[in-house]
């Protein structure tokens, strides 16, 4: 029998991207796809890569009646948004996947600051389990609420974990990370206009981006408490992530034995390669699932140079929720996703 989904906030970028992907899964009938500013409209006409492939309607998000109907609901919606449908939802039945950033931090002081309202749903972040796949698995097989983590911490703690979990990593790290402009969503802004994004590259939110604590987090649950400065960047390029972190080292590594590390953390894994000749580039992982790592040992200053780099929309949203999908409901974490990237 096939798994009932239903999307919510079908017509931003990573709603759309859910849709595609899910669209192709052999196991997933669509069953409900909302999205306010254009309800009534078919979502090929919202997407046209979508024409002739997903047909249907976009409805009003009528939260009980889609609990009701689903056996899981994908919400792709701002932050705030999901602190009233996810709870709706799960009384109704529904299991819940948030690509959102509601249910990410554990503490709703943290919310609180970083995203300057109140976590009205705090009863539910402690069952909440974040969906960082190759780290969490184990808890999102029984979940019935996963918190999909952000682009940017998706790339830097799968490129830090390894250095963590072995205790290596001595002080502040740096997130050094650079995006595409689709990571800004779909509503127009000065700041994401063609005018203003080609040939310019622009850091923004040093230090106080809201990704920042989400990486302090994972990765202090991954094995230590660690500092991070986060940097990131915008540049002109519609999809992509590459995330260049810098780790002070607790001791002496080879750059054999740091390989040898990534080799261990991400051997089994589908969507990790861990490359030991070759550098990340987001060209290789384009439209995929796949992030691309791996780490250099700078033994003259003591530092670790861990490298990750991921589609923004796939592996770093839609992608890795439905690789959460295929975990929650026992299916191989590949299904519907295992296709390489565009290149070039």
């Not at 669209?23 to 002739?52: C, I």
Request: hydrophobic share 45%; with cysteine.
């Amino acid at each position: 029998m096939a798994i009932r989904v239903s999307v919510l906030g079908a017509s931003g970028y990573t709603g759309g991207e859910l849709v595609r992907l899910l669209s192709g899964h052999p196991q997933v009938e669509l069953v409900h796809l909302t999205a306010s500013q254009h309800e009534g409209r078919a979502m090929g006409s919202v997407f046209p890569n979508l024409r002739g492939v997903v047909d249907q309607v976009l409805e009003p998000a009528e939260l009980g009646r889609i609990g009701r109907d689903s056996d899981v609901v994908f919400l792709a919606l701002p932050h705030g948004m999901a602190l009233r449908a996810a709870p709706e939802l799960l009384a109704a039945g529904a299991r819940v996947v948030d690509l959102g950033a509601d249910f990410r931090l554990k503490d709703p002081a943290a919310y609180a600051r970083w995203y300057r309202q109140e976590h009205t749903a705090p009863e539910l972040l402690g069952e909440a389990v974040y969906g960082l796949t190759e780290l969490y698995r184990s808890r999102v097989r029984t979940a019935r609420l996963v918190a999909n983590p952000g682009c940017y911490p998706t790339a830097a703690v799968l490129a830090l974990a390894p250095l963590v979990q072995a205790g290596l990593v001595a002080g502040p790290v740096v997130v050094d990370a650079k995006s595409g402009v689709s990571g800004a969503g779909r509503s127009p802004s000065a700041g994401t206009h063609f005018g203003e994004v080609n040939e310019n590259v622009k850091p923004y939110n040093v230090g106080v981006h809201r990704h920042q604590p989400e990486m302090e987090q994972a990765l202090a649950e991954a094995g230590a408490a660690v500092s991070v400065l986060f940097a990131p960047h915008l540049i002109p390029m519609t999809r992509g992530i590459l995330a260049t972190c810098y780790a002070p080292l607790a001791r002496s590594l080879s750059a054999e034995e740091a390989l040898g590390l990534y080799r261990e953390a991400y051997g089994g894994e589908a969507f990790v390669r861990v490359l030991e000749d070759e550098l990340p580039q987001t060209k290789a992982t384009y439209g995929s699932n796949f992030c691309d790592l791996t780490v250099r040992v700078d033994a003259e200053r003591g530092l670790a140079v861990a490298v990750a780099a991921l589609d923004n929309l796939v592996k770093g949203g839609a992608g890795q929720a439905v690789q959460n999908l295929n975990v929650m409901f026992g299916l191989p974490e590949t299904t519907g996703l295992w296709t390489p990237a565009l290149f070039p």
